[in-house]
Structure formats: C-alpha cells, structure tokens
C-alpha cells in the first residue's frame, strides 16, 4: 500500500507529449519506505482543468520515480530536463 506524504504539492497544465492536447497533472509524493527510492503519484487528466472540474475527471493514476517525474515535467512543459 502507496501512502501519501501530504496532499498534491504540485499541479501541471501542460499539453500530451504526443498528442497535443491539454492534460493536467497532479505530483504527489509518497511515504518513503526502508531500502525503497522516493516515490511520486501522478495523476493525469485530459483538459486544462479547474479544481472543481478535477474532481469530476476521469483520472489515470501511476508510481513513479523523481527521475521520470522531471522527464514528464520537461516533456509536458517542452523543455530540455538538466542531467542531476
């Protein structure tokens, strides 16, 4: 079981990085767990949507990493990730 450290810390409107559209994105991070990576959940929806509207969305969830959590940002965001 994934638990949450806090509520979402961070919401991105960007577009699809491969079909144009708007998506939002909610970046949450996890609990840490002994011997375990940092973990994020990412929640995605299709549209640039409101607070009010997110909680209607049909909304895909995935476990990712803080690595692939910077990828997504700079692929939403059409930006080149810095090496870390």
Same mark, same amino acid.
């Given at each position: 079981m994934t638990r949450t450290v806090s509520t979402t810390s961070a919401v991105l !409107? $960007? /577009? !699809? =990085?491969? #079909?144009?559209? &708007?998506? /939002?994105?909610? %970046? /949450? &991070? %996890?609990?840490r767990q =002994? $011997?375990? =990576? +940092?973990?994020?959940?990412?929640?995605? +929806? @299709?549209g640039d949507l409101s607070e @009010? +509207?997110?909680?209607?969305?049909?909304?895909? #969830?995935? %476990?990712? /990493? =803080?690595v692939q959590v910077r990828e997504l940002v700079a692929r939403v965001t059409h930006r080149v990730p810095t090496q870390r």
């Open positions: !409107h $960007g /577009t !699809h =990085p491969l #079909r144009g559209y &708007p998506v /939002t994105y909610r %970046l /949450t &991070p %996890l609990v =002994p $011997g375990m =990576p +940092a973990g994020f959940m990412v929640e995605e +929806a @299709d @009010d +509207a997110w909680e209607t969305a049909e909304i895909s #969830r995935v %476990l990712m /990493t =803080p």
